[in-house]
């Protein structure tokens, strides 16, 4: 069974434009949840999608979006891009099935940085 | 939302030495999972603990979450140059399939 993908793997913007990265999950999973990795704040939690609704929302401002299509792809996208967005953005997949504890399976990431 | 504190934040030893990363939070989590990343890639699931107290052996690492499910600790028996890498502790929410995530442990294994 492939593994999650995410591409592009390496991304270099400026400051002001705008992004969008994109995450392919495991066959047969429907949950996408979303990642900000930082070496000063960790791993923090954008937001989640499950059959193309969002579930769950991280503490993040506005310019920070997703979508998730039909087929459980799932692409974020990041506007107005600031020096502080520089990351790795890791997405991981699921089944999703609420209430069950169930094993999430991380992509490898994209990483960004802006200049 | 719920914060988990990992220590120490770095942590370089000598090949065949033990140790053991904490992972603490005030509030109490559903269960508690470690993950194990490497440069350039994604974090991947070593163990997930659920009942407060509970105990499990993965060959040289040990978990163990407290009676009250606030804290975590991970024991590696005689380390080897091949448990190199960041070693993250999250806690899944009551909520759901949110994950809270500490900001990990660098371990590096020196020969």
């Known amino acids: 069974k492939a593994g999650v993908t995410q591409t592009p793997r390496y991304l270099i913007k400026t400051r002001g434009q705008q992004v969008t990265l994109s995450c392919s999950p495991i066959?047969?999973?429907?949950?996408v949840s979303w990642y900000q990795q930082t070496p000063g704040q960790g791993l923090q939690f954008l937001f989640e999608?499950?059959?193309?609704?969002?579930?769950n929302k991280g503490n993040f401002p506005g310019r920070f979006s997703g979508r998730q299509f039909s087929n459980s792809r799932s692409e974020m996208n990041v506007s107005t891009l600031e020096l502080g967005d520089s990351a790795l953005y890791l997405c991981?997949?699921?089944?999703?099935?609420?209430?069950?504890?169930?094993?999430?399976?991380f992509g490898p990431g994209t990483r960004l940085t802006v200049l | 939302t719920q914060l988990l504190e990992q220590s120490p934040q770095f942590l370089s030893i000598q090949e065949g030495e033990n140790l053991t990363v904490y992972c603490n939070s005030s509030?109490?989590?559903?269960?508690l999972q470690w993950y194990r990343q490497e440069p350039g890639e994604g974090p991947v699931l070593l163990v997930t603990?659920?009942?407060?107290?509970e105990v499990k052996k993965l060959k040289r690492l040990t978990f163990q979450f407290g009676d009250a499910r606030k804290d975590s600790s991970l024991h590696i028996t005689a380390a080897q140059p091949g448990d190199t890498g960041l070693y993250l502790c999250?806690?899944?929410?009551?909520?759901?399939?949110?994950?809270?995530f500490g900001e990990g442990t660098q371990l590096t294994v020196n020969p």
């Open positions: 991981a997949s699921s089944r999703g099935l609420a209430g069950e504890l169930e094993k999430q399976y």
């Open positions: 066959s047969g999973h429907r949950s």
């Open positions: 999608y499950f059959s193309e609704t969002q579930r």
């Open positions: 509030s109490v989590f559903s269960s």
């Open positions: 603990v659920v009942t407060g107290g």
């Open positions: 999250a806690g899944e929410e009551t909520s759901g399939s949110r994950l809270t």
